[in-house]
């Protein structure tokens, strides 16, 4: 809340432009495997802390890791 106003603060808190720009260009097949998860299926991927901290993203794995970590995707260990 600032100046008495309510705001998303994850909105103003992520790297949302580079993101999209790897799923816009659909970097390693991102975009489908994305409109796979949103249908439902499961999409196998390896999930890992240390690929959100750089922006350049070369790997499908990197590209969910950073999605996770910003809040972008969720996932289950298996």
Known sequence: MTNNNLG???TSSGPYDEIFYYVEHNAT?????LARIV???RVPARVR??????????TKDEIFSAMVVYGFLDYEAG
Do not use: F, I, Q
Not at 29 to 33: I, L, N, P, Q, S
Not at 49 to 58: C, D, I
């Open 8 to 10: 998303n603060y994850w």
């Open 29 to 33: 097949a991102v975009r489908e495997d």
């Open 39 to 41: 249908s439902g299926m």
């Open 49 to 58: 802390e240390y690929a959100s901290t750089s922006m350049n993203l070369a």
